[in-house]
T-cell receptor, first 110, second 113 residues
Framework: DAKTTQPTSMDCAEGRAANLPCNHSTISGNEYVYWYRQIHSQGPQYIIHGLKNNETNEMASLIITEDRKSSTLILPHATLRDTAVYYCIAINTNAGKSTFGDGTTLTVKP | DAGITQSPRHKVTETGTPVTLRCHQTENHRYMYWYRQDPGHGLRLIHYSYGVKDTDKGEVSDGYSVSRSKTEDFLLTLESATSSQTSVYFC????????????FGPGTRLTVT
């Protein structure tokens, strides 16, 4: 699986969009990009995933660059409850396994 | 929330003792995973299962064994616990072939003294 690189931490004002970047420059054609978040000490929560097209669901939007070497998770209107560690992973789902990196700690401030 | 529970939720044990953690699901999902998470770090995969009696190693499998005798239960055993295995252990499940959309349990906090 491709290695991903994320900033260690980011801040965002409440009500503004939070844009979380992820670099996966060695991603291969059959690897998907998945995003999870972990609030405090709870188990991680699935957010969204994509292969090459942009994706949107009720939680977030995922923008993947045309060359697939990076992506951005967008929380359109961040709330205090979005404060969490956000993990980006690139995985060949047929391989059945992956490991989460250290993620980005997003702090939403009032 | 996905029907996934872990037991015990907290455990303190001594070095050298065997420990078994249990993950139980009510979703009939095929895939199950065990991760560990050390303070300030992400999750690392220990073992995973892709069906009853079918398991494979993850990134940090040394010192751990697993068993899955039925769909709903995935057991993680530390044969002889060491202080380096002090961690929070998360179980996850996934139902669809070709999908990495996982649902996580609440975690087990294990302290080895």
């Amino acid at each position: 699986d491709a290695k991903t690189t994320q900033p260690t931490s980011m801040d965002c004002a409440e009500g503004r969009a939070a844009n979380l970047p992820c670099n996966h420059s060695t991603i291969s054609g059959n690897e998907y990009v998945y995003w999870y978040r972990q609030i405090h000490s709870q188990g991680p929560q699935y957010i969204i995933h994509g292969l090459k097209n942009n994706e949107t669901n009720e939680m977030a939007s995922l923008i993947i660059t045309e060359d697939r070497k990076s992506s951005t998770l967008i929380l359109p209107h961040a709330t205090l409850r979005d404060t969490a560690v956000y993990y980006c992973i690139a995985i060949n789902t047929n391989a059945g396994k992956s490991t989460f990196g250290d993620g980005t700690t997003l702090t939403v401030k009032p | 929330d996905a029907g996934i529970t872990q037991s015990p939720r907290h455990k303190v044990t001594e070095t050298g003792t065997p420990v078994t953690l249990r993950c139980h699901q009510t979703e009939n999902h095929r895939y199950m995973y065990w991760y560990r998470q050390d303070p300030g770090h992400g999750l690392r995969l220990i073992h995973y299962s892709y069906g009853v009696k079918d398991t494979d190693k993850g990134e940090v499998s040394d010192g751990y064994s697993v068993s899955r005798s039925k769909t709903e239960d995935f057991l993680l055993t530390l044969e002889s616990a060491t202080s380096s295995q002090t961690s929070v252990y998360f179980c996850a499940i996934s139902g669809r072939v070709g999908s990495y959309e996982q649902y996580f349990g609440p975690g087990t906090r294990l302290t080895v003294t």
